[in-house]
DNA sequence: AAAAGTATGTTGAATTTTCAACAAAATCGG
DNA sequence: CCGATTTTGTTGAAAATTCAACATACTTTT
């Protein structure tokens, strides 16, 4: 495990836990570390939803696919992020949404039960863990708002200003790339890929923007 | 305090906190009770998020109302149920969201650090509480998750008997009221009002439900 | 370097939503 | 109980989205 610590200090789930506390606790949790090749499901929909996830390597995309084929993508994860733990937290039956690797990754998955629950061992960090998790899903929570200011939007040229205004200031520049491509960052905003592009086409002939694949640059 | 004493037991904030603990604790916490007429605001956006609400009676509506006038409901809490949680324990400045009183309303406002960060004290019931109010988080994602799967649907149509279908699952009937009045139910599908009532007309000519009022029935 | 596959942009037609305006029904206040 | 106000339903026109089909650009593989 000792290769990992470095994104693990980054993980907000581990703030505050001391370098040399992190290896037994680790063992104590029943932490094991999976790989994935590109485009293999880490959980699927429906699922029974008992680990945690945290991206070690690679990167890890939460979505859900409607009926009809809609895919709709929640979120994109990276080194050291958390991913499923509302639904481990919450100690729901399944999972709604799908997990997939958009690359090689690797990907540590703790039983949220063993964090939840004092061991046997009385490691007495359990309670930093769950203000940690508490902490992260209070910040999830922000991560939903946004989102849901950028869908309610009405029209598809909204939702996408409204987006990229996010993210500039996020990075606090106008110029930034985001984590998508075309088709994703359609998924994302809930519309049309083909008018999307349209209505990216148009902005750039109006002069709001520039972008040249995953670059935008607001003017 | 003690004419609340039988909705704060059913409030998951205090799950598992003995009878006798809980006026002591509630004096320890600071917390406070205020009164609100209809239609008065308890939280504003662009607030401070300090305090965590805990309906006592009444009804709260959570909203977000954007640049073009567009209102967006996020939710409606009634007696026992928390809101505002999330933004007081990510300790974000301030909230992206309205909070206002639907009729005349009693709201209990916590200070979130007084839960957070243990008091002088000692008073033990700490780690309860910041695992109730992790608990908490937890399903509220849910709830996210939840309005997130019947917004991303394209048309009013789906996005609407989507949100039947969970109400009828939830009550375990096809015959159940809904929380909303018609022009709520749209800001909360965020689809336009007059089109809404179209739709519901023509699914009832169509044989697929029927309603008066808040009252549904899914055929 | 060519071929195959993937991603992006473009277009027009069909569908759907929004918007505004109004009528009817229900509710509220005195 | 009546008048005033609010809510709901209806309609048609304008605007926007979706959908399908295709052209072009870019990547990857062999």
């Known amino acids: 495990m000792k290769k990992f610590f470095n994104v693990l200090k ?5 703030f505050n836990i001391a370098d040399n506390d992190l290896d037994r606790m680790l063992h104590c949790l029943g932490a094991k570390v999976v790989s994935f090749d590109k485009k293999y499901s880490v959980f699927t929909e429906g699922s029974s939803a008992k680990h945690i996830g945290i ?6 995309q939460m979505t859900r696919t409607d009926y009809y084929g809609n895919r709709s993508i929640i979120s994109n994860a990276t080194a050291g992020e958390i991913f499923g733990e509302a639904f ?3 100690e729901v039956g399944s999972i709604p949404v ?5 690359e090689p990754s690797e990907v540590m998955l703790i039983e ?3 964090i939840l629950h004092t061991c ?3 490691c007495g960090f359990h309670q930093q863990l769950i203000f940690n998790l508490m902490k992260e899903l209070a910040t999830k929570t922000l991560v939903f708002h946004q989102k849901l200011e950028i869908t309610s939007k009405r029209t598809t040229r909204e939702k996408l200003m409204t987006y990229l205004s996010i993210c500039a200031k996020q990075v606090g520049s106008d110029s930034f790339d985001i984590p998508f491509d075309r ?3 359609a998924d994302y905003l809930e519309v049309d890929r083909s008018g999307l592009s349209a209505e990216i086409s148009k902005l750039r002939a109006q002069g709001v923007l520039e972008t040249t694949k995953k670059h ?3 003017l």
Do not use: D, M, R, Y
């Not at 980054?10 to 581990?14: A, T």
């Not at 799908?98 to 958009?102: D, Q």
């Open 10 to 14: 980054k993980c907000p789930l581990f």
């Open 55 to 60: 991206v070690l390597s690679g990167k890890v």
């Open 88 to 90: 481990a937290c919450a």
């Open 98 to 102: 799908s997990a997939i690797s958009l």
């Open 112 to 114: 949220c039960s063993h």
């Open 120 to 122: 046997t061992n009385n």
């Open 183 to 185: 088709q994703e960052l």
């Open 216 to 218: 935008f640059e607001l």
